[in-house]
């Protein structure tokens, strides 16, 4: 759907909008979720840790987002977590170099190119300032994305706000080992903000400075990587693999990709099979799927092998998560750095663990499932949009609706809610306005089910349930309504089988 679609229903029910609105001089590049936006935002984190974090025994930690200036000295982040600015001769505004050559191109440009390589393509394809179209530039600089903290009175004890999640997990690893697991693999998971100094934030959700991140590091004994107890159940389950090279995707079973050493291992086509079961969970179909393979320039310093789970939307493909194999970088950088010995003792044998990453973006999973679930409808002169969102990350499960507000029908439709609340329903209350107003609202935030209350529930116990994208009614009694919508929710029971 184009993204002027989302957006304006986005600001027109709140689910996101520019952080600090109400000041003119707000920098971008900030947003705030409300109601809707944050639980579906927030159903999208628990969908991850039921099936990526706690289904594979993993463990979570809740880390802080301010860390001391060796953690960065550490990971490589100081020196080496740069963007490519360019600042224009007439008007002074900055630009990314690499995104003003990529959109003239309409090509990839690694971030990586030296910063002389990439003046000679701003001058090779004779790049305007897309602000006052001149074409004099200064030097290609590298500008370094770390948000610096002053900690305490003196100001002394510089700090940054993480960059990603993952360095507490890293920092954290030894004190979990020990006292939660003592065996690899060890994965650990953390959900939470990263912040980037982003030079040119655009495109709402997808590109932040502050920014929500789901991660998973996976930490595994080397030799073992093809020591993987479930391998069996994904040995003959399709990735979508776009390898470099090749023109487009290839569907390949986990076996065959170990086989024919398209990855470094079991572990890693095990973890890519997850991580392509889970995104299918939001509604992604299979075609709008792929792992991208990405060669040496394009992967992040400290990755030895990076496939890029991407989706395809109506701006293009989208990354909605990073699966690196960072091999022993951070735990070596954080030993060297620290002093302390990160080395484990698994199988009888002393080991500097390796690490696989799955990184994800909250926001940009969210950005996508609202494109991907975006309906708009003719229905006569009237028009109608709804967001079919699957019901595990809709923001409601069901509204609840007295036809009017006299004659008990109130009293009775607060009863319903009360007890589907009480049973741990996510329900949403509403009796103002008339009921196809109020089932315009929810149908356009993605609830999937309304109950209405009416004349008949005083007569017969019995309510109408309706579902979102068909707008069938049927009568359920009020007695059987939680089983209901426990068969809906959990997927037991389609709704024409209720
Ligand atoms: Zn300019």
């Known amino acids: 759907m184009p993204k002027e679609e989302i957006n304006n229903l986005a600001l027109r029910r709140a689910l996101y909008y520019p952080a600090a609105e109400i000041y003119s001089n707000s920098p971008s590049g900030f947003w705030e979720f409300a109601d809707a936006g944050e639980k579906i935002r927030r159903k999208i984190v628990d969908l991850w840790r039921k099936e990526l974090v706690e289904k594979e025994g ?42 003003l050559i990529a959109d003239k191109t309409r090509g990839v440009v690694p971030e990586s190119l030296a910063t002389s390589e990439l003046d000679a393509l701003i001058r090779k394809h004779g790049i305007e300032c897309p602000k006052c179209k001149g074409k004099e530039f200064h030097e290609v600089k590298k500008f370094n994305m770390m948000m610096k903290v002053d900690i305490g009175a003196t100001g002394n004890q510089v700090s940054y706000l993480r960059p990603e999640t993952c360095q507490s997990i890293f920092l954290d690893f030894k004190r979990v080992y020990r006292t939660m697991a003592n065996s690899l693999p060890l994965g650990i998971a953390q959900a939470g903000s990263s912040f980037r100094n982003e030079i040119a934030p655009r495109n709402t959700l997808l590109r932040q400075r502050e920014f929500g991140q789901m991660e998973i590091e996976i930490f595994f ?22 390898l470099l090279k090749e023109k487009g995707v290839k569907k390949i079973s986990c076996k065959e990709a170990v086989e024919k050493k398209l990855v470094s291992g079991k572990l890693i086509a095990y973890c890519l099979a997850r991580v392509q079961e889970f995104y299918k969970k939001l509604n992604i179909s299979e075609e709008k799927m792929r792992f991208r393979q990405l060669g040496n320039d394009e992967r992040a310093f400290y990755a030895a092998e990076t496939w890029d789970f991407e989706v395809e939307t109506d701006l293009g493909w989208i990354e909605l998560m990073a699966c690196n194999y960072r091999t022993d970088y951070d735990l070596k950088g954080h030993a060297k750095q620290s002093r302390q010995e990160m080395i484990v003792t698994d199988n009888n044998e002393k080991v500097l663990p390796h690490v696989f990453e799955l990184s994800a973006g909250i926001d940009r999973a969210f950005y996508v499932a609202l494109d991907l679930a975006f309906r708009k409808e003719k229905r006569g002169p009237e028009e109608r949009v709804f967001l079919d969102l699957p019901v595990r990350i809709a ?24 007890q589907l609340n009480s049973y741990d329903f996510d329900v949403l209350f509403e009796e103002k306005a008339s009921i196809g107003k109020r089932y315009a609202k929810t149908d356009e935030i993605g609830v999937p089910f309304a109950i209405t209350i009416d004349y008949d529930t005083m007569k017969d116990n019995t309510v109408t349930l309706r579902e979102r994208n068909s707008m069938q009614q049927k009568r359920v009694k009020i007695d059987s309504l939680a089983e209901a919508l426990w068969h809906l929710k959990t997927g037991k029971k389609s709704f024409e089988k209720i």
């Open 395 to 418: 923001p409601y499960i069901a509204g609840i609706f007295p036809l009017v507000k006299k004659d008990g029908l109130l009293e009775k439709a607060t009863g319903i809610f009360r």
């Open 58 to 99: 993993f463990m979570e930690i809740f880390g802080a987002q301010i860390l001391p200036e060796d953690v960065f000295k550490a990971s490589g982040h100081l020196a080496s977590f740069s963007d490519p600015i360019v600042q224009c001769k007439k008007c002074n505004s900055l630009h990314r170099a690499d995104v």
């Open 221 to 242: 004994n080397p030799h073992r990587i093809n020591e993987i107890e479930n391998f069996s159940e994904v040995e003959n389950f399709k990735l979508n693999l776009f």
